[in-house]
Each structure stands twice: as structure tokens, then as C-alpha cells.
């Protein structure tokens, strides 16, 4: 689980946007732009390659 802290300063690196945990807590959702950066091992993986389009 991704801390509260830690969720408070991250942000979209595409729009520079804040960020909130998904329903499963398995990614970050950036509704401004539509993706959601996955978070493997308690680890987001903020790469704008990496994130998947919002279904």
C-alpha cells in the first residue's frame, strides 16, 4: 500500500495534476488526462510510456 504522504506530493507527469488511488489500490488515476499509472510492489510507476488509458 502506497502511503498517505507519499500520495499527497505525487502528481500526473503529463499535466502536472494530482493523482488519487484507485478502487483496488493497484494504481493512480489522473482524471485530467485519462490514465492510470500502475503500482507494482508499493511502487507507482509514473512514466507516461507505462500508464494505460482509463477504461
Not at 14 to 20: I, Q, R, S, Y
Not at 23 to 49: E, F, Q, R
Amino acid at each position: 500500500m502506497v502511503k498517505k504522504e507519499l500520495l499527497d506530493i505525487l502528481a500526473c507527469p503529463k499535466c502536472k495534476g494530482p493523482v488519487t488511488l484507485n478502487n483496488t489500490s493497484d494504481g493512480l488515476v489522473c482524471p485530467a488526462c485519462k490514465l492510470i499509472y500502475a503500482i507494482k510492489d508499493d511502487i507507482p510507476i509514473m512514466l507516461i510510456d507505462e500508464a494505460k488509458p482509463l477504461a
